[in-house]
Each structure stands twice: as C-alpha cells, then as structure tokens.
C-alpha cells in the first residue's frame, strides 16, 4: 500500500507536467531594430471625418505677422497668398530693429498698395539704455513713428531674456519703458508683447519633460541651462507691467504661454481688463484640450485675436480646421510643439468672428473694416 505522501508526491508532479504542456513557450524577445523618439513617426489607421481647409469661414486679420521685404513684387504676391486664405488684412511687425526710417517706408510701400489690406506696427529703440534721456527719446521715437503712419507697438522677447546694460538683465517691468507705454495710451495703439518661451523650455532635459524633442532639435531653446532666471520670474515682470499701466492695451503674444494652464490665464483677463491675446504658436496646446479650449474661447470670446507669427501659407489650414472644424486626432504643424494629436474645437460663428477680425477692428486704430461682415 503507497503511503499518502508518495501518492500526493505523484500526483503533483504528474499536475504540472499536465500544466507545461498546456502552456506556450516562453516568447522569445525580439531582435528587432531600435529607433529614436525623433524618428519615431507612426501613420495612423484610426479612419474619421477629415476637413482640410484652405479658406478661412470668414475674413480675417492677422495681427502678428512680419513681413521685413516690403517691395513691390513682394506685396503682390502677399495680397495673392492672403486673398486664398481669406485674409483680409495683415498686420505687419518686424521683430526688432523696426522703427524710424524702417517704419515710415513700409508704411507707404504697403499702403500705396493696397490701404485696406496692411497695417504696420513699430519697434522699441534700445540704443543707448543708460543714457540719461533715453526714456524720453525713445518715447519719442514710438510718438513719431505713429505718427508716420504705426497703429501699434511689437516688443519681441528681446525685453526680459536678451536684453543687458552694465548692472545686468533688463527685466520686462523696466521704468526706464514707461514713458513708452504712456505713449501708447495716449494713442490708443495696442502693445503686442511676447515675453519669454514655453515653461517647458525652462524645464530640465529629462524624461519627463515633454518639450524634450524640442530641447533636442533646438538646443539654444534650454533655458534651464542658458538663463540664471525663471520662467516665473518673466511672467510676474510682464504681469506687473500690465497691472501698472491700465490705460495701455497690452496684446499678450501666444496667449502668454499660458495655453497649458487656461485657468491661470483666465484668472490674468479678468484681474486686467486691458489685456488680450492672440494664439500664435500655441495650436498643439489648444489642440490636446479642445472641450476646455472652446469653453475659454467663448468664455473670453471679446479678448482673443488671431495672430500666426511665422509666416507660411500652409501652416494656416491647421488654424482653420482647429478653430473651424471637430475634427479628431490630426496632426499638429510641428511635431516638436508636443507629441500628441490635435483635435478641433468647433467655435461658433459669433466667436469665430470676434477672433478672426471684430475684436483686431475695435482696438486696433485705422484697420478698415471694409470687406467684413457685420
């Protein structure tokens, strides 16, 4: 007679040779070829509605555009670009060195071309910083050149990353610009201000940095490794210099880099009423968040403007189907901006118009509003 140990002994082992041969062999790991995050580029088989669209819905006005060649030719051909995209009038600042004599000529190159279609904006003079006049002169600089023909005012980061005199980083709050700013109040042009980068940028190169590709293709852009400041010491300067000049309108370029938390910038529109924006370079973050994207657009509908910044004709159709259209799951203009998708946000014609031109028309001073629906 087996004694009980032996036959549990047995029948275990005979379990679990019943239990490997039910089982599929291990899986080898395959051999196969590594890539980088930069080659990396999947196509898609997700299959859902598509609009490409060439032709925004309504005429617009792009208030951030520069445009440094204003000869005949090139006017020609912008008034052809713009008539296919259906914009109706582009407003043009140069980034720096824009002012004075650049001012005045491109003035009247692109008004002797078509005076309904362009607008020009100036730029600060920065020489000669420490001298003891310079705030009055360079007030007067921005005085003269709206004067010339100017309907705003193009500050370029410049102001708060690059700009030094001999004690070191001239901040965005400088008071050495008040008297500029004044000026514009008392004109009632608008200030289109861009103030620093992405936070991203200013983020350590790491995993969980999700700008890392752009870090990596664009290495002067790491400013957590280039710059002894803050990204959020550049917003506080910009903020308080909004907060200490309420009669200035201030346009905040890329929706102040604030597209990631539109909370945040919510929070800036109703604390600061002379404040805008304009969301030039900022569709991958619009995109990822369309059902918050849209509550803020309507939300914040009198306090929006287009602006596109680089200029390249194609890059526009991804404005117009993320504004326009409820697209799902299409692809960013540069992948670098974020690796994701974009989704569309589907604005109502009452908040389209106000984005694409009513609100550029009613702060902006000269644009013509002829060749706009009411």
């Given at each position: 007679m087996r004694s009980p140990l032996l036959l549990f002994s047995a029948l275990a082992v005979s379990a679990f040779a019943a239990d490997q041969a039910a089982s599929p062999p291990?899986?080898?790991?395959?051999?196969?070829?590594?890539?980088?995050?930069?080659?990396?580029?999947?196509k898609s088989t997700l299959r859902v509605p598509e609009h490409t669209l060439t032709h925004a819905k309504f005429p617009f006005i792009d208030v951030h555009n520069h445009q440094r060649n204003v000869t005949p030719a090139k006017l020609d051909q912008l008034i052809k670009d713009m008539d296919g995209l259906n914009m109706r009038i582009l407003v043009n600042s140069p980034v720096s060195g824009g002012?004075?004599?650049?001012?005045?000529?491109?003035?009247?190159?692109?008004?002797?071309?078509?005076?309904?279609?362009?607008?020009?904006?100036?730029?600060?003079?920065?020489?000669?910083?420490?001298?003891?006049?310079?705030p009055a002169r360079a007030a007067a600089q921005v005085e003269a050149d709206i004067k010339a023909g100017a309907c705003g005012l193009k500050v370029w980061k410049h102001l708060g990353m690059m700009l030094n005199d001999s004690k070191g980083r001239i901040h965005v709050d400088d008071p050495r610009f008040d008297q500029v700013w004044e000026v514009c109040a008392q004109y009632k042009i608008p200030v289109l201000i861009h103030t620093g980068d992405p936070w991203g940028l200013f983020q350590p190169m790491d995993k969980n940095n999700?700008?890392?590709?752009?870090?990596k293709?664009?290495?002067?852009?790491?400013?957590?490794?280039?710059?002894?400041?803050?990204?959020?010491?550049?917003?506080?300067?910009?903020?308080?210099?909004?907060?200490?000049?309420p009669n200035t309108i201030f346009i905040n370029a890329h929706l102040g880099w604030l597209g990631h938390d539109l909370g945040k910038l919510g929070e800036l529109l109703d604390r600061l009423p002379n404040v805008y924006a304009e969301i030039g370079a900022i569709?991958?973050?619009?995109?990822?968040?369309?059902?918050?994207?849209?509550?803020?657009?309507?939300?914040?509908?009198?306090?929006?403007?287009?602006?596109?910044?680089?200029?390249?004709?194609?890059?526009?159709?991804?404005?117009?189907?993320?504004?326009?259209?409820?697209?799902?799951?299409f692809d960013p203009i540069r992948k670098y901006h974020g690796i994701w998708k974009l989704y569309g946000l589907d604005l109502p014609d009452d908040v389209l118009k106000k984005l694409y031109y009513k609100n550029a028309l009613r702060i902006i001073p000269g644009l013509s509003a002829a060749g706009f629906p009411q």
């Open positions: 291990a899986e080898k790991k395959s051999p196969g070829p590594s890539i980088s995050i930069e080659d990396y580029n999947p002012q004075g004599k650049w001012v005045a000529e491109a003035v009247k190159a692109m008004k002797a071309k078509d005076p309904q279609r362009f607008a020009v904006m100036t730029n600060i003079d920065y020489a000669g910083l420490e001298d003891p006049g310079y999700e700008r890392w590709l752009e870090l293709l664009r290495a002067t852009r790491n400013q957590s490794e280039q710059t002894k400041f803050t990204w959020e010491q550049l917003m506080d300067e910009q903020h308080r210099l909004f907060a200490k000049h569709t991958s973050e619009l995109g990822r968040q369309p059902r918050a994207a849209k509550t803020f657009f309507t939300k914040y509908q009198d306090r929006i403007l287009f602006g596109k910044d680089l200029y390249d004709v194609p890059e526009y159709y991804t404005y117009f189907r993320l504004l326009e259209t409820d697209d799902e799951y």
